[in-house]
């Protein structure tokens, strides 16, 4: 079992609509969650973080935690091209290491 | 904003040769790390680096691979014989606690 799935497509979505991407992972123990942005040729870029159950919003961004059914989720609300990248569900594992999903391109249409 | 730099941000070299990647982490931070990404795959960890000792290495970090703050600045990776395999990208992280923070990467390509 891979320790973190994203196993959804590309997901397009038109300017000023919500994308919705998600995350599963193995460890129960887990505690710490992260999603991080890349560019196309770039490095993972972190826009956010979350280690409690429920929802933490940050801009546009709202991230989503539920322990029990082990799903991070990630919400960007009005959609922009900017936004246009794939994004990385990463959970903290082991000392500290961070084990990466193999990410979602979001593509927003204008 | 303090920021995580690298260098060279792209190196080419012959088999067999060894190469040294560079990495400055944000002056306040504690903890390093190297990761890579293979073109079109997910990134993998590597090493992670503290109080002057690894602290975690993946099964990919074997002994042709070393890490070393030579100074109170730097955080190196070394590859003493490099594979056609080990073409990637390169990317050195450093934190204070939890959220990790990713430098722009070297990208290493093997001929």
């Known amino acids: 079992q891979k320790e973190v799935e994203q196993n959804s497509g590309p997901l397009s979505v038109p300017e000023g609509a919500i994308a919705s991407l998600n995350c599963t992972y193995s460890d129960r123990g887990s505690q710490s969650f992260f999603w991080y942005r890349q560019y196309s040729g770039k490095s993972p870029e972190l826009i956010m973080f979350?280690?409690?159950?429920g929802d933490k919003e940050d801009g546009r961004f709202t991230a989503q935690l539920n322990k029990a059914s082990q799903y991070v989720s990630l919400l960007i609300r009005d959609s922009q091209p900017s936004d246009s990248a794939t994004y990385l569900c990463?959970?903290?594992?082991?000392?500290?290491?961070?084990?990466f999903g193999k990410g979602n391109q979001v593509v927003v249409i204008p | 904003e303090p920021e995580v730099t690298q260098t060279p941000s792209h190196q080419v070299t012959q088999m067999g040769q060894e190469v040294i990647l560079r990495c400055v982490p944000i002056?306040?931070?504690?903890?390093f790390y190297w990761y890579r990404q293979i073109l079109g795959q997910k990134v993998e960890f590597l090493v992670s680096?503290?109080?002057?000792?690894?602290?975690?290495k993946s099964e990919i970090f074997d002994d042709q691979f070393s890490v070393e703050r030579p100074d109170g600045s730097n955080f190196t990776l070394k590859i003493r014989s490099t594979k056609l395999e080990d073409s990637a990208m390169y990317f050195c992280a450093s934190t204070l606690g939890y959220e990790q923070y990713f430098g722009p990467g070297t990208r290493l390509t093997v001929t």
């Open positions: 979350i280690y409690s159950n």
């Open positions: 680096f503290y109080n002057n000792e690894i602290s975690e």
């Open positions: 002056s306040n931070h504690l903890y």
């Open positions: 990463a959970v903290l594992s082991g000392n500290n290491r961070l084990a």
